[in-house]
């Protein structure tokens, strides 16, 4: 039989308090980011704004829907990420945990180039990564062909140029 004082449950409260903050305090410095799926801005259509993010691992990132028509996905993470689908037509939050580089697209607009990444930390995966792209681009694009080399051009994307010494031979 467990006879509990008053010390005994302040220290118990206290203790909870601890572990309480400790936890809080680990995503306290993750920031949010937003990427919206846009239809279409001017003559541009089906592209996510932006289609390209650098974030810090523990990082959220909200896809933003501007009409029920999208569904945003991964379809490449590192090895040890959880892959993300959204609702149709439902926007998503996602906690990226594991560094490396994450491709998403929309489920319905992929063969427009509806596509983009998302580096965690350092982009641990590129190889992996380009590899995927190359096929995925032959096989799923089939309309704006041209977003690709945005992100994943040798000199002129936008990974080649935080990180060139990658692309270095």
């Known amino acids: 039989r467990e006879i509990r004082t008053a010390k005994g449950i302040s220290m118990t ?8 903050v400790w936890l809080s305090a680990s995503n306290a410095f993750a920031e949010e980011h937003t990427i919206k799926a846009v239809a279409t801005r001017g003559l541009e259509a089906m592209f996510f704004e932006p289609s390209f993010l650098v974030v810090e691992p523990g990082d959220r990132v ?30 998503i939050t ?6 490396g580089i994450y ?11 509806m596509t983009g990444a998302i580096v965690v930390g350092e982009p641990t995966n590129l ?28 000199t002129e994307g936008a990974i080649a140029k935080l990180w060139p010494e990658l692309f270095a031979d």
């Open 13 to 20: 409260v206290h203790r909870i308090m601890i572990v309480l």
């Open 62 to 91: 909200r896809f933003l829907l501007d009409d029920l028509d999208h569904q945003p996905q991964s379809v490449f993470t590192p090895d040890n990420a959880e892959p993300w689908r959204a609702e149709i037509g439902q926007s």
């Open 94 to 99: 996602v906690t990226l945990n594991a560094e």
């Open 103 to 113: 491709v998403f697209d929309c489920a319905f607009h992929n063969v427009m180039g």
């Open 127 to 154: 190889a992996d990564a380009l590899r995927f792209v190359d096929q995925y681009w032959d096989a799923t694009v089939f309309v704006n062909k041209n977003r690709r080399n945005q992100i994943w051009h040798p």
